[in-house]
């Protein structure tokens, strides 16, 4: 009987030794694989991720187009062109994180960038892109001669771009 008993334990033993050996391996292979990058030659920062910041000459051109199509639907308005001034270019909003402690004296805040990726790979995460600020608008339209016209012109350039009607310029074009 003791003979019998032996070879079970031997093989109990032999893959519980199994098992601790490929547990620690497939250990040690995430932890490696967070050192290895991942793919060579490709940019993985998170702006390829999310959407491009486009610089300020290429949202306002983007947006006078844009406002070109609308703005010649509006009866009266006949041909517009459209010419649009920014004050800054677009910028990223980066993800935090923190706490806040407080006592009867003070108060204490830690904030910290939320990072993605591993090894040399890691950089910040990038909550939200901000366009470009529109600081003035000059329409010139071939149906603004009227009154009406040019009105209406200055209320939806106004609501369009959250502009008040003084950073607006409407004229004659010719």
Excluded: H, W
């Amino acid at each position: 009987m003791e003979t019998t008993e032996r070879p079970a334990m031997s093989r109990e033993k032999k893959m519980k030794t199994a098992v601790a050996v490929l547990g620690t391996a497939g250990l040690l292979l995430i932890l490696f694989s967070s050192l290895i990058p991942d793919r060579k030659g490709e940019d993985t920062s998170p702006r390829n991720d999310t959407a491009q910041l486009t610089d300020a000459e290429d949202y306002c051109r983007r947006t006078e187009r844009q406002l070109e199509e609308f703005l010649s639907r509006i009866e009266g308005a006949g041909e517009v062109e459209v010419f649009l001034t920014a004050d800054c270019g677009g910028s990223y909003v980066y993800a935090t994180e923190g706490r806040r402690t407080k006592d009867d004296t003070r108060t204490e805040e830690e904030r910290k960038y939320v990072m993605t990726g591993g090894g040399s790979e890691r950089s910040p995460l990038i909550e939200s892109v901000r366009q470009p600020c529109v600081k003035g608008a000059v329409v010139a339209c071939t149906g603004c001669g009227d009154p009406a016209v040019q009105e209406r012109i200055y209320r939806a350039v106004s609501a369009a771009l959250g502009l008040p009607t003084g950073k607006i310029y409407v004229t004659l074009l010719r």
